[in-house]
C-alpha cells in the first residue's frame, strides 16, 4: 500500500510522512532527498546537463530504525547534512523544473515503490508517481507558519526563511512539468496549529478506512 503526501516546504510533510511510516510500520521515502541530490551535484558540475546528473546519480535512501531522518548517500558519500543547506534547497529547486531530471527521478522513486508499503513524500507523488496511491494527502499550512517551522529546523532567520520559502514555493507551483497542486481525490489538510501527533492520528484513520475498501 501507498500513502502519498504532497504539499509546499514547511507544511509538516516530512515529521509527519516519517511518523506515520513509523506508526504504520512502513517505509518512508524523501522524494525530495533525491531532488537535492542532484541539485547538489548540479552546483559541483555547473557545466553538467541536469538530466544527465540525474540519469548517473547513484542514490540511497536509508532507511533509519526510528522515526528520525533517513540517511542520504550519493555514491556511497553520506551527503544527509550536505543536502539541508539552503544553496542545495535552491538548486534543488532549479534542477526540479528539468524534464529530464523529473523523467530519471521518477522511474527511480516507482522502481523503489513497487513492492511494500509506503509513505512516500514530494510535490507529485500522488499526481505523477504514484496516482493509484491507496490514500493521498495534500498538506498545507499558513505560510508564516511555515517559514517559522523551517527557520527553527535550520536554526536560521525566519524572515530570510519566509522569502526563500515563497520563490521556492512559486516556482514549484509554476513550472510546466508536475507542479506543486492536489491530486483528483487528494485529502486537503491544513495543519497550521495542530500537533504532529493529531496530524498523524488523522491520516492513520484515512489510511485505515482506504485499506478496508
Ligand atoms: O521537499 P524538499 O524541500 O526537500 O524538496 C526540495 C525541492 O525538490 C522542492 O522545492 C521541489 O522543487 C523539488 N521536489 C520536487 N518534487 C518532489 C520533491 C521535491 O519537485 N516530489
Avoid at 559541483?44 to 541536469?50: C, D, R
Avoid at 528520525?68 to 543547506?85: K, M, N, S, Y
Avoid at 535552491?90 to 509506503?118: F, H, N, Y
Amino acid at each position: 500500500m501507498v500513502i502519498a503526501i504532497d504539499g509546499p516546504a514547511g507544511a509538516g510533510k516530512s515529521t509527519v510522512a516519517r511518523a506515520l511510516a513509523h506508526e504504520l510500520g512502513f517505509t518512508y521515502l524523501d522524494s525530495g532527498a533525491m531532488y537535492r541530490c542532484v541539485g547538489l551535484l548540479s552546483l559541483a558540475a555547473p557545466a553538467s546537463e541536469p538530466a544527465a546528473l540525474a540519469r548517473a546519480a547513484a542514490i540511497d535512501l536509508v532507511p533509519s530504525q526510528a522515526d528520525g531522518p533517513p540517511r542520504v548517500l550519493l555514491d556511497r558519500h553520506d551527503l544527509t547534512e550536505q543536502i539541508r543547506a539552503p544553496e542545495v534547497s535552491e538548486a534543488a529547486s532549479l534542477v526540479a523544473a528539468d524534464p529530464g531530471v523529473r523523467e530519471a527521478l521518477v522511474a527511480k522513486q516507482r522502481e523503489l515503490i513497487a513492492s511494500g508499503d509506503w509513505v512516500a513524500e514530494g510535490r507529485d507523488v500522488g499526481t505523477v508517481v504514484a496516482p493509484d496511491a491507496a490514500l493521498k494527502m495534500f498538506l498545507t499550512a499558513d505560510p508564516h507558519e511555515r517559514a517559522r517551522r523551517r527557520a527553527a529546523e535550520l536554526g536560521a532567520d525566519a524572515d530570510t526563511v519566509f522569502v526563500e520559502q515563497g520563490l521556492r514555493d512559486e516556482r514549484d507551483r509554476t513550472r510546466a512539468h508536475s507542479p506543486l497542486r492536489p491530486a483528483p481525490g487528494a485529502v486537503e489538510l491544513d495543519t497550521t496549529g495542530l500537533e504532529v501527533a493529531e496530524v498523524v492520528a488523522r491520516i492513520v484513520a484515512l489510511a485505515r478506512a482506504a485499506a478496508s475498501t
